[in-house]
Every structure is written in C-alpha cells, then in structure tokens.
C-alpha cells in the first residue's frame, strides 16, 4: 500500500502549457517534500514544506502543502523541455526517521 | 564538497554472487539512508545511520543484506548470494540532523542480477 498517491501517473504535454501534478495521503506529514529526478541520476532536492497552508515558489514552479498536511501540489507554468523528470513526493512522519515516498509523477514536455 | 558519491554506477553479477556498493556522503551530513529504487516506482527505504550507529532497518532489508557505516563517513551495502529480484537502483542519501527530512541523493548504483 502506498501512503502517498501521485496522481497523475503520466503527463505529455507542449511547452508553455501549464500543469499540476498531486499528492495525497490519508496520514498527516510533519513535513513534505519534493524531488526531481531524471534516468540514471538520484532524486534532487526541490522544496520541502512544513507548515499547513503553506506556499513555496521556485521560478515557474509553485509547491502547496494542505492545511491538514495530508496533501501537497505542485504547479508548473509554461512548462520548458527541461522541466522533463519523474517528480517524486516523499514525507516524514512525526517522530519517524523514514522517509516515505510516492511513485512518481513522470513528465514529458514535448517542444 | 561535490555531493553525495556511490561507486560503482554499475554492476553486473551474476546470481548467487555477493557485491558491496559503497557511498560517500556530504562531509557534514552525519545521517545517511539507504533506499532501493524499481522501475516505475519511488525510493523504498532500506536502512538508517545516525553517525556510526544503524538505528532503523526495513523489513525489506533480509538477512543477506547487511549495512555498515564504519567511524560515522563513508557506508558500504552488501547483497550476499544475489538473486534476480535484487535487480534495482541502490540510492544513498545523507542529511544535517537539524533538517534530517531534506535528503541529498547520490546518483545511484545501479544493480543487474543475471
């Protein structure tokens, strides 16, 4: 069973459209994060979020995290052919040491 | 410091035989964590070292897996007796104990069982 869903699975999509890419747990997070990562190479650290309600930008990239803390997302605008990766969410549990990841979100942005 | 390093990227084997991968971490980091990665899937987490110490191992870790993090630095993995389903990406990450939850990757070694 994985405790955090990404949704969706898959994504094509042309440059300079925008997208938004979700993950969703029915347990609380103490903290969230979000990587990228692209064949051959290990997660690379984007964003973490640690309070409900909470906005992250980075350039074109907007991250939210619930105000449950059950749930963040990840909004990209006039998305670049470099933008192209697997987005792996990943959250920690209060109190835990292990981090918890979801499947992925892999993107394809054709030019 | 360049990051988080894994040697050897590759490494071919065949079944029944044992490898070690080794990782270097970030100089500063006194976490590091190992995970292993399948196709289409996220990093599942396998074994935990605070400093020296192994403080939190995953049922996924079998007994023909063993972890160690001799003097607190560099960690080395070792699969025994190899099976096919050990194919995978074997990840190393390190982290400051103040922000333990944001994990600095290495590239991965990437293991194939024939």
């Known amino acids: 069973t994985q405790l955090l869903e990404q949704s969706p699975q898959f994504l094509s999509i042309q440059e300079g459209e925008n997208l938004t890419v979700y993950c969703n747990s029915s347990?609380?997070?103490?903290?969230l994060q979000w990587y990228r990562q692209e064949p051959g190479e290990g997660p690379v650290l984007l964003v973490t979020v640690v309070t409900g309600g909470e906005v992250k930008k980075l350039k074109r990239l907007t991250f939210q995290f619930g105000d449950a803390r059950k749930d963040s997302s990840l909004h990209i605008t006039a998305a670049q052919p470099g933008d192209t990766g697997l987005y792996l969410c990943?959250?920690?549990?209060?109190?835990?040491?292990?981090?918890?990841f979801g499947a992925g979100t892999r993107l394809f942005v054709k030019a | 410091d360049t990051g988080v390093s894994q040697d050897p990227r590759h490494k071919i084997t065949k079944r029944g035989q044992n490898v070690t991968f080794r990782c270097d971490p970030i100089s500063e980091h006194n976490r590091l964590y190992w995970y292993r990665q399948t196709l289409g899937q996220g990093p599942e987490f396998l074994t935990y070292?605070?400093?020296?110490?192994?403080?939190?191992k995953s049922r996924l870790l079998s007994d023909r897996f063993s972890a160690e993090r001799p003097k607190g630095s560099f960690s080395t993995l070792e699969i025994q007796r190899t099976e096919q389903g050990d194919s995978a990406m074997y990840l190393c990450?390190?982290?400051?104990?103040?922000?333990?939850?944001?994990?600095?990757f290495g590239p991965g070694t990437r293991l194939t069982v024939t």
């Open positions: 347990s609380v997070f103490s903290s």
């Open positions: 990450a390190s982290s400051f104990t103040g922000k333990a939850y944001e994990q600095y």
């Open positions: 070292f605070q400093n020296e110490a192994q403080l939190e």
């Open positions: 990943a959250g920690a549990r209060s109190g835990g040491f292990k981090t918890i």
